[in-house]
């Protein structure tokens, strides 16, 4: 499965940005999807994913609260809406799609795909 990320983009600290993950192809409804961000020059860190059944758990102590991780099962996408971003969320985001249930134990290569990653500049 190929997973494409999108919805970065520039926003002033306080704004808003949604990021969509999308399957080419297919539906992400049979997948447990998360997503994860990276900052230039630190590891990888997974923010909130989704189960296949809608269960929901969030993994970033700072994001809490202010994203948002859900499902459109019409469109078999994922989304991530994030509010009152900060200049520290600026990061690559990207989703990755996973049979098993997702947790902070898994690798990079316990995921079945990763999407190529959609930036979020979030300017001070």
């Known amino acids: 499965v190929q997973l494409q990320a999108s919805g970065g983009g520039f926003v002033q600290a306080g704004g808003s940005l949604t990021l969509s993950c999308a399957a080419s192809?297919?539906?992400?409804?049979?997948?447990?999807v998360a997503w994860h961000r990276r900052v230039p020059g630190k590891e990888r860190e997974l923010v909130a994913s989704?189960?296949?059944?809608?269960?929901?758990?969030y993994h970033d102590d700072p994001s809490q609260g202010r994203f948002t991780i859900s499902r459109d099962n019409n469109m078999g996408t994922v989304s991530l809406q994030m509010n009152n971003l900060k200049p520290e969320d600026t990061a690559i985001y990207y989703c990755?799609?996973?049979?098993?249930?997702?947790?902070?134990?898994?690798?990079?290569?316990?995921?079945?795909?990763w999407g190529q990653g959609t930036l979020v500049t979030v300017s001070s």
């Open positions: 989704i189960g296949r059944n809608g269960q929901i758990s």
């Open positions: 990755a799609a996973a049979r098993q249930l997702i947790g902070m134990w898994m690798n990079r290569g316990d995921y079945t795909a």
């Open positions: 192809g297919r539906t992400l409804n049979t997948y447990n």
